[in-house]
């Protein structure tokens, strides 16, 4: 995931090279826990969001190896 700790988003790369935006409203788990380059899983949402596509579901599964 790419963060922006200061307005508490990101973004975060899906398997077909697209980025999903997503907040802290929809990550399972401490944003503060939440550390730049760690590996997420994601539900993409239907709508979009003003950057684009969103995720509506965000769970952290571990650090980028």
Not at 40 to 49: D, G, I, L, Q, R
């Given at each position: 995931a790419r963060l922006n700790a200061s307005i508490r988003n990101g973004f975060m790369e899906m398997p077909d090279g697209e980025s999903l935006f997503f907040s802290e409203a929809v990550l399972e788990?401490?944003?503060?826990?939440?550390?730049?380059?760690?590996?997420?899983?994601?539900?993409?949402?239907?709508?979009?969001?003003?950057y684009g596509p969103q995720a509506s579901l965000v769970k952290p599964i571990g650090p980028l190896a």
């Open positions: 788990g401490d944003f503060d826990k939440l550390a730049e380059g760690d590996e997420v899983m994601a539900t993409p949402a239907e709508a979009e969001s003003p």
